[in-house]
């Protein structure tokens, strides 16, 4: 299984940037596909972005496309994968989760796919909060 830990979080003004980091640890990475989901408050938890490792893919909800970009990279023996955001409003206030799944669970076009839920394995999360 692998272990996730969200940070990154925090207050940022409308127009800001935020970058998200989901440190992962235990099984490799190639057998999964990590996805970013958020929950606003009094709403369902939704898909952001996600990530494959193999094949290397990527895919954003339409909410946020051109607004931010997943990426993953290496510091020693912990493998990050990161959300940047950027041009943040209101309506992106909410908690961040980093999320792991099996590859075989499509991350192109299947953000809205049951399965994250079913069969992912959930960090704690990480709040954000777009406010003046």
């Known amino acids: 299984q692998v272990q996730l830990v969200e940070s990154g979080g925090g207050l940022v003004q409308p127009g800001g940037s935020l970058r998200l980091s989901c440190a992962t640890s235990?099984?490799?990475?190639?057998?999964?596909?990590i996805g970013w989901f958020r929950q606003a408050p009094g709403k369902e938890r939704d898909g952001v972005a996600c990530?494959?490792?193999?094949?290397?893919?990527?895919?954003?909800a339409d909410s946020i496309q051109g607004r931010a970009t997943i990426s993953k990279d290496i510091a020693g023996n912990t493998v990050y994968v990161h959300l940047q955001m950027t041009a943040l409003t209101p309506e992106d206030t909410g908690v961040y989760y980093c999320?792991?799944?099996?590859?075989?669970?499509?991350?192109?076009?299947?953000?809205?796919?049951?399965?994250?839920?079913?069969?992912?394995?959930w960090g704690q999360g990480t709040q954000v909060t777009v406010a003046s």
């Open positions: 990530l494959s490792f193999r094949p290397g893919s990527v895919d954003y």
């Open positions: 999320v792991a799944v099996p590859a075989w669970v499509q991350c192109v076009g299947g953000l809205d796919d049951r399965r994250w839920f079913d069969l992912g394995n």
């Open positions: 235990g099984d490799t990475l190639d057998d999964y596909a």
